[in-house]
């Protein structure tokens, strides 16, 4: 449910008091925009809640004033950052960036100075960070903790696969195709799970790195002719496959491998377009 | 939210702010100072534009109350000129909130303005806005915090840049005029 600026007014009249210690009787119309989004972003939290509990018929649907639905809201927030903070240091406890600049840089820095500095009373919807690091599955228009959240979950996942293999193999593979994957702004998982699925579409072991060239061909020609839906399901099959092997059955985890599977698709069919004028397929 | 969203809303309090600058007549009285309602209502107007004007909201009662209650027994303020002076001390303020980007609270704020007000301004808004408040300001600015230790009052004289009439230049104008 929506509140009319109105019934919002008295919370805003609130959370200003607050921001200025009621020392000042007015304040900049930004940042009177600033508290109201925060405010805003509370509600919202508040009504997802509300709108989970009533698909779950746990309650009814209860006309909350827009003063509870704010606090309520901003103590749901509050718990965000505490289940955030707890899955973070579970997270540093075993992370590896394998040598990567912008990963230790965004996980371990960044994330560190984010739990100092956020500030869930009065600029709740601003993550603060850049979050450099580029994931496989893009953040859908999340801000604030909630972009925290699903952020730190995605970072878990994919060290979570990265560690189904050995640290000299991830790094042997990433640095094979991107020998300066040290310095570049990359995501890690990505070519390891490629290399892993061109592994099983050649049957061959996962450590035979580089590929010959007759792999190569072998490639170009598992892609030559093939619909990018037809390759990617296809691959989706094989993802499926190699998770269910490791025995891994961490929840999300073929979810977000799968985001990366449009554009490997898409690249092995260009290859196949381009063999042999192109001889080497590139990740 | 746009700017049209908080004037609408705001505009529920004038009413209440109406009253509150009538009721100060009660505490003016006794310096012969008295705003009628035409008075408060041209404040009122002139507070509305000077916040557009600053791009600043209020959300509570204002600090026209607080205004009045501070200059009110000032010697510089006359029933003649007091709403027209309310009104150039209302602008000021909330310029010099911007300017001090909100470093200063109200309190600070008004302790400053009135000091200075009485004192080297001698009741002269131009030369309050010109001179003492823009340098405080930048002093503000720049990172002075003195004014928390007293609360804006007594810290003037370390940022002046005139030479003022003091008791040793009062003497010397004197024997000069004496010989």
Known sequence: MSYTLEELFPVLQMLTQKYTLNESTSIRRETAQQLMTAILYCIEAYE?????????????????????????????????TVAAKNLYEGLLKEFDAYGNQTYYDTIVRGFSAFFNYY????????HILTLD??????????????????????????????????????????????????????????PVLRHALCCMLLLKPLRQIPFTPSEHAALAALARGSEANELKARLENLLQLFIQQTGDDAPGLFEYLRADMDDFAVRLIQFSQLYPDCETFHF | MNQL????????????QFQKIIACNSLTAQYGLRLSP??????????????????RIELSEGILPRLIETFCDSPYIHQDTYAQTLADLQELFYIYKNESLDLLTDDELLAFMREQFDGICCGD???????????????ARAGYDGYQATGGKGMYEQFSQEQHWDHQLFLEVLRELIQ
């Open chain 1, 48 to 80: 997802d809640e509300d709108a989970y509990a009533v698909r779950s018929n746990l309650r009814d649907l209860r006309n909350a004033d827009a003063m509870k639905a704010y606090k309520r809201g901003r103590d749901l927030v509050y718990q965000k």
């Open chain 1, 119 to 126: 500030d869930i009373d009065f600029a709740p919807q601003d």
């Open chain 2, 5 to 16: 969203s908080f004037t609408t809303a705001l505009q529920g309090q004038r009413y209440s």
């Open chain 2, 38 to 55: 035409e008075d408060t209502e041209l404040l009122l107007l002139s507070r509305e534009q000077a916040l557009k004007d600053q791009n």
């Open chain 2, 125 to 139: 808004t131009d030369y309050l806005g010109g001179t003492c408040l823009d340098r405080f300001a930048q002093a």
């Open chain 1, 133 to 190: 690091y580029p994931i496989l599955r893009p953040l859908p228009d999340l801000s604030g903790i909630n972009a925290v959240q699903s952020y730190l979950a995605s970072v878990k996942l994919e060290q979570r696969f990265l560690s189904r293999f050995p640290r000299e193999h991830v790094c042997r593979v990433l640095a094979h195709h991107y020998p300066d994957y040290d310095r570049q702004v990359m995501n890690l998982c990505s």
